[in-house]
Every structure is written in structure tokens, then in C-alpha cells.
């Protein structure tokens, strides 16, 4: 049976595999995000994910896991910081943001030995995917999938309308979760976009997906679509035009975004001259 | 009927709420008015169970739904939602029960298809109202729910207000800071006032005049909530 090239490399369909599942889970997470204005959020967790990998290199262990803790509880920490709301949360954040790079930054200098590099979590290297990284990945991506699918509404009452939320029952029950998935998503685009990039993945394909739809539905499904094309597209031309997969990913994101708003634009121009 | 007797609230070193009593009776459509700053929205708060008073006493009594209706500032995201996607927020799937509702707030069963977004302010508050409805409170509580609504929108949705406490029972407290909008509309007022001892005369602060209170020329009721402290600062 033929192949196209980049299908005969094991770490080309590992890296499909897992940019499949992920490009789902944090399109599907990401419009939560983007509805509840926290999309900042994800930017400060994927920074505290990298103590988990500066922590990695120190102890000589596999940053992966690692960092999917020390998220987890960056993302608590953050939930229970922004409840106490004596200050401005997103100010607050920087306390997290600033401070997890500086410790990530320290921990990877204590090791200078270590053949892990700071870098290839800060900018993704999906294309190193093991298998078993492979497997737990896809099997945590499938399991936030069914919690949201699960959880739908108390997430969108939260995310879309904090002060009805807080009349429901089990309220910080959903915070935590909700955020709590985040933190987990965040975790797996370290490895697979890089702590730097990771919002554009939860983010961008919102904002492309906003052009067309009318309901969240539709945006989720959207956004999803966008996301799966964007992640494959961004791996496999690194594959043919030898360019980081981040920035593959990332860039056509962008262009799609920007061919989005001109359709959109062209739609409504031409829609005025014939109405 | 809801009653609140005492009731002190303190987040920190801050008297947000002290020695507050009241009395909502069954039925009634009510106002209750007040400065920024004076408590409106914590003592909302309290009787939505958000927050747990420091002292006194609150009685619901348990068969008592309250549906609440928050300051539509509050709604201001920027992902599409459908009206039908925020009407189901209320746990009710059934389509033909989300039509009457909406037919109950006027309406048509075309908005449901809509984005939410899209809408104007006085729209997107009859969205709300019928999320509510759906939910078939005995009490709903509106804060502030006309802020950045025209004229011509209050009206109408006082109107709707109206017809909710006549037609479908439902006792209805009104929160606000523009006194002058509700107080022919109301048959009782609660005045929560946090720069007097003994409370205070709405009419004050639709004329911005806090030493005199001329008596109301329309039929209403007002009775002062006792509210003892006006900021910060105790350290018992």
C-alpha cells in the first residue's frame, strides 16, 4: 500500500496522534477560556508547568509528568488566589508567571548536565514523542474531553455568567475541576506546542471559529475543525519544509484567522450591495 | 415571606451589612434602594445563600424558589451563545416549555436561534428574566438590571415586571439606585442607607439632597432598614 512519506516514520504518526487529541481537547477547553476572559490564565499556567520540567532536568527525571503537577497545583493556587479578589487576579497572576520561569530557569542551571533542554518545553518538540508519552497523553486528552462533554453546563454557566454560577449548587466544585483541566491541557502543550505557545493553540481557533458561528455549540465545533487542521498541517510541513512544528502550527492558526476576517468582511460587503 | 432580623455582615475588618431587619411578604413587589457602596448587592448575597451573614438571622422559608436576575454588565463575554443555549443554563431541555417562557417575556420563538451577543441590552435582560422563569421562582431578585438600558426599555420591562407579580404571583424585589424609576411602581421599599443612623428618605437621593425629606406623593409604603455603620474600621 503507498504511503505518503511522512507516514513512515513512527514519530511522525506519534506526533499525529497526539497533535489530534490535544488539538481537540484544548480547542473544546479553549472556548470556556476565551468565554470566561481567562485566556491569560493559560499563559501563566504553561509558565508554572515549567518548574515541573526545570524540576525534570534538576532530578534527572522525566519533566513530563512532572509538570503536569506542578500545574495542577499552580492552577488551584490560582483559583484560590483569585477568590480571595482583594487585588486584580491577572496582577496577581504575574506573581506565578514570573515567579515559575525564574524557578524553572533555576533548576534547569543547578543541572547543566542534564540532556533535557528548558528549551524544547518552552517551544514544544512533539516530534520526540515516546510511546508511552503517546499513550498517556491521548488517554488524558480523551478523559477532559468526556469531563467537559459531562459538565457542560455548570462549565458554560461558569464560564459565561459568574454571578448565576455562584447561585447554583457544587459552584467551586466546577472552579476547581474546570480549572484543574486547564492546568492538565496546559500540562500536554508543553511537550506538544511549547509553555510559550500554548495559548495560541486554546485561543486562536476561538477567534477564528467566532467569525462564522451564532451559537457556543457551533464555535466548540468549529474552533475544533480549525485546531485539528492547523496541528496537522503545522507537523507535516515541518516534515517537508525542515521548519519547527510550533511555529508551523502557530502560524497557519493565524492565516487562518486572518482569511477568516476577510471572508467574513468580503460576505458582509457583498451582502450590503444585494440586500 | 422572608424575613431578616439583626443581620451583620463583615468580610474582614470591613461592616459591609449591620444590624439590617426587614420583611418581604409573599406577593409583594419591592424595592429596595440605596447609594453605591451601602450593601445592596452583599445583601442580596446573603439571601441567595452566597454568603453566610456574620450575625442575626434570615428566614426562607424552604418551598421558597428565588430566581435571581444579575446586572447585565456582568454578561459581557464574546464567544457566540445562542439564546437557546442560555435558556437551557436553567436545566429546562424541553423546547416547547422555552418557547412559553420566552412568549412570557414577548418574545418570539425565533430568538431562539439568535446569538445572545447580538441582541440589544433590553432584549438580553428579557433573556435573562426568562432564564429565571424557567427555573418557577416564587421570589426573583433583580439587581440593578436596567443599568445601561433606554428609557423606553425600562419601561417596558417594568411593565413586564408588573404583569410577572400580578398575573404569575411572583414577588419581585427590585434593587436600585435610581429611586425615582421605581418608587410609584413599588408597594413597599426598603431603604438601605449607609450615611444615616436611622435610615433615610428615597426621594433624597433622586434630588441629591441628603437633610430633606419631603413626604412621597405617590401611594407608597417606605420603611427604613436600620443600618448602623457606614464603612470600614472596628477592630473588635
Redo the contacts between chains.
Keep these: 500500500m503507498f504511503l505518503p512519506e511522512f507516514l513512515q516514520y513512527d514519530f511522525m504518526i506519534r506526533a499525529l496522534i497526539v497533535g489530534f487529541f490535544t488539538a481537540i481537547s484544548t480547542a473544546i477547553l479553549g472556548n470556556f477560556v476565551v468565554t470566561a476572559r481567562q485566556s491569560i490564565v493559560s499563559d501563566m499556567l504553561a509558565h508554572t508547568a515549567l518548574v515541573g520540567v526545570g524540576l525534570g532536568i534538576l532530578w534527572n527525571v522525566s519533566p513530563v509528568y512532572l509538570s503536569l503537577i506542578t500545574t495542577v497545583i499552580a492552577g488551584i493556587l490560582l483559583w484560590w488566589l483569585g477568590r480571595k479578589n482583594d487585588q486584580a487576579p491577572e496582577a496577581l497572576s504575574m506573581l506565578l508567571l514570573t515567579g515559575g520561569l525564574a524557578l524553572a530557569l533555576l533548576f534547569a542551571h543547578a543541572n547543566k548536565n542534564s540532556p533535557v533542554s528548558l528549551d524544547a518545553y518552552l517551544f514544544g518538540s512533539i516530534l520526540t514523542v515516546k510511546t508511552v508519552e503517546m499513550l498517556s497523553f491521548t488517554t488524558l486528552n480523551i478523559i477532559i474531553i468526556i469531563i467537559v462533554v459531562l459538565f457542560w453546563r455548570p462549565f458554560l454557566i461558569y464560564a459565561f455568567d459568574r454571578d448565576f454560577s455562584q447561585v447554583l449548587k457544587r459552584t467551586v466544585f466546577y472552579e476547581i475541576l474546570f480549572m484543574v483541566l486547564i492546568s492538565l491541557v496546559v500540562g500536554i502543550g508543553l511537550k506538544v506546542i511549547g509553555g510559550l505557545l500554548i495559548g495560541a493553540l486554546l485561543v486562536i481557533p476561538v477567534l477564528i471559529a467566532q467569525t462564522f458561528a451564532k451559537s457556543f455549540s457551533h464555535n466548540v465545533i468549529y474552533s475544533v475543525i480549525f485546531n485539528i487542521l492547523a496541528v496537522t498541517i503545522g507537523i507535516i510541513s515541518s516534515f517537508y519544509l525542515d521548519i519547527p512544528v510550533s511555529s508551523g502550527i502557530v502560524l497557519s492558526l493565524i492565516f487562518t484567522y486572518i482569511i477568516a476576517k476577510i471572508l467574513r468582511t468580503a460576505y458582509f460587503t457583498v451582502a450590503k450591495f444585494i440586500f | 415571606m422572608i424575613s431578616a432580623k439583626k443581620l451583620t455582615l463583615r468580610i474582614g475588618k470591613n461592616i459591609i451589612l449591620d444590624d439590617v431587619s426587614f420583611t418581604i411578604n409573599t406577593g409583594e413587589f419591592v424595592g429596595l434602594i440605596g447609594p453605591n457602596g451601602a450593601g445592596k448587592t452583599s445583601l442580596i448575597?446573603i439571601i441567595?445563600?452566597?454568603y453566610k451573614p456574620t450575625g442575626g438571622t434570615l428566614t426562607v422559608p424552604s418551598n421558597e424558589q428565588i430566581g435571581?436576575v444579575?446586572?447585565s454588565y456582568?454578561?459581557s463575554?464574546?464567544?457566540?451563545?445562542?439564546v437557546?443555549?442560555?435558556l437551557?443554563?436553567s436545566?429546562v431541555r424541553s423546547k416547547e416549555i422555552l418557547i412559553t417562557v420566552l412568549d412570557k417575556v414577548g418574545l418570539p420563538t425565533s430568538f431562539l436561534?439568535?446569538?445572545f451577543h447580538t441582541l440589544s441590552g433590553g432584549q438580553k435582560q428579557r433573556v435573562i428574566i426568562a432564564?429565571v422563569l424557567c427555573q418557577n421562582p416564587s421570589v426573583i431578585i433583580f439587581?440593578e438590571p436596567l443599568n445601561g438600558v433606554d428609557f423606553e426599555t425600562k419601561i417596558k420591562i417594568y411593565e413586564l415586571l408588573k404583569v410577572l407579580n400580578k398575573t404569575e404571583k411572583v414577588t419581585i424585589v427590585f434593587v436600585s439606585h435610581e429611586v425615582d424609576h421605581i418608587i410609584d411602581k413599588c408597594d413597599h421599599i426598603l431603604c438601605l442607607n449607609s450615611t444615616m443612623h436611622t435610615g433615610c428618605h428615597p426621594l433624597d437621593f433622586a434630588k441629591g439632597k441628603k437633610n430633606n425629606c419631603p413626604l412621597p406623593s405617590v401611594n407608597t409604603r417606605i420603611v427604613p432598614i436600620h443600618h448602623h455603620h457606614h464603612t470600614t474600621t472596628t477592630t473588635t
Design positions: 448575597k441567595l445563600g452566597i435571581y444579575p446586572q456582568a454578561l463575554s464574546v464567544v457566540p451563545i445562542s437557546l443555549e442560555v437551557k443554563m436545566g436561534q439568535k446569538n432564564r439587581d
